[in-house]
């Protein structure tokens, strides 16, 4: 994947401040629309100040067309997820049976009775979805609504298969932490749900996204929230990249096989806070610092920590 000499080693990418601004201020935002009572403080896991909501005008004024359009799609996905259940309440009929010799299913996020019966007449038991810190079917089918995922029949097994697309970005600071690799410790959704993860910023390519595109789009959504507008940079070093297939089951979705089709660069970036809140479940005392972004399941607070680069490589 390296680019020959004629391509420059490393790209700034031109990820404006204002869209980082807006994330900012829209995940601050919904976490202080959402967060029940006693979240923002001491039991949110520290950065207060973070997680205030922020009232200023100029602020969402300055939105930038993209990240306005993730916003609203996110609204239309929870939109749906709530017209189902009002259906499904009113004892609406369900939707007509689906052909299990379909090769892959393309509903939306308004089919999840479609997907289920999908699913079930190929072999894949979704009850264990949604359970013990898995993902729901709602949260497959608006991965596959969003490009996120598709959903395929594998034609060597006839089995469901999850085909996704992983930018895995390898977050430097080598001005202030050389040699570090930021790591998304631990997640936290306003369900409730929680769960440890102890690996680089991923992030889901959207249908034929170029990873270098995804590589501005991952940083904004995962870390806009808690950099710094006045100081952020970044720059992917595009002959770091290295592309690698696995095929293994999901964590996410227990009992679907899953293809990764993984992308791994590295990324510095400029802007992000000093670690000061203590990492939920380290033996070690580590401190880390958090981050919100709103996703279709209401505000996910992720917490991020800094390790050394070759124990990161070695994972990954």
């Known amino acids: 994947h390296n680019r020959g000499a004629s391509r420059p080693r490393g790209m700034w990418v031109a990820l404006s401040r204002r869209a980082i601004t807006f994330s900012t201020f829209s995940a601050r935002a919904a976490l202080g629309r959402r967060a029940p009572r006693g979240a923002r403080g001491a039991g949110a896991g520290g950065n207060h100040r973070q997680?205030?909501?922020?009232?200023?005008?100029?602020?969402?004024?300055?939105?930038?067309?993209?990240?306005?359009?993730?916003?609203?799609?996110?609204?239309?996905?929870?939109?749906?997820?709530?017209?189902?259940?009002?259906?499904?309440?009113?004892?609406?009929?369900?939707?007509?049976?689906?052909?299990p010799g379909e090769t892959r299913w393309t509903g939306t996020a308004d089919d999840i009775a479609s997907l289920s019966r999908w699913l079930t007449a190929n072999g894949v038991n979704s009850d264990a979805f949604g359970e013990d810190g898995a993902k729901s079917l709602v949260d497959l089918a608006v991965e596959i609504e969003r490009g996120e995922t598709t959903l395929v029949l594998d034609p060597q097994t006839s089995a469901p298969r999850r085909?996704?697309?992983?930018?895995?970005?390898?977050?430097?600071?080598?001005?202030?932490?050389?040699?570090?690799v930021l790591i998304e410790a631990t997640q936290e959704w306003e369900s409730g749900r929680s769960r440890s993860r102890r690996t680089p910023l991923s992030e889901k390519l959207l249908g034929n996204e170029d990873w270098r595109v995804a590589c501005a789009r991952a940083v904004n959504e995962e870390l806009g929230s808690a950099i710094d507008a006045s100081s952020f940079a970044m720059r992917v070093d595009e002959s770091s990249v290295r592309e690698k297939i696995t095929d293994r089951d999901s964590i996410s979705y227990p009992g679907l096989r899953s293809r990764y089709v993984m992308y791994t660069a590295t990324c510095d970036v400029k802007g992000l806070p000093e670690p000061t809140?203590?990492?939920?479940?380290?033996?070690?005392?580590?401190?880390?610092?958090?981050?919100?972004?709103?996703?279709?399941a209401g505000w996910l607070k992720a917490t991020w920590t800094w390790r050394s680069r070759e124990e990161v490589e070695g994972e990954t």
């Open 277 to 296: 809140d203590p990492v939920r479940g380290s033996a070690s005392g580590e401190l880390g610092f958090t981050s919100v972004e709103d996703t279709p």
């Open 163 to 180: 085909d996704v697309r992983v930018l895995r970005l390898l977050v430097t600071d080598e001005d202030r932490r050389p040699g570090m």
């Open 51 to 99: 997680h205030q909501p922020t009232r200023s005008a100029h602020s969402h004024s300055s939105a930038s067309t993209r990240v306005s359009t993730r916003v609203d799609r996110d609204d239309r996905s929870r939109a749906r997820a709530r017209t189902m259940s009002a259906h499904a309440a009113a004892g609406d009929p369900p939707s007509p049976p689906d052909d």
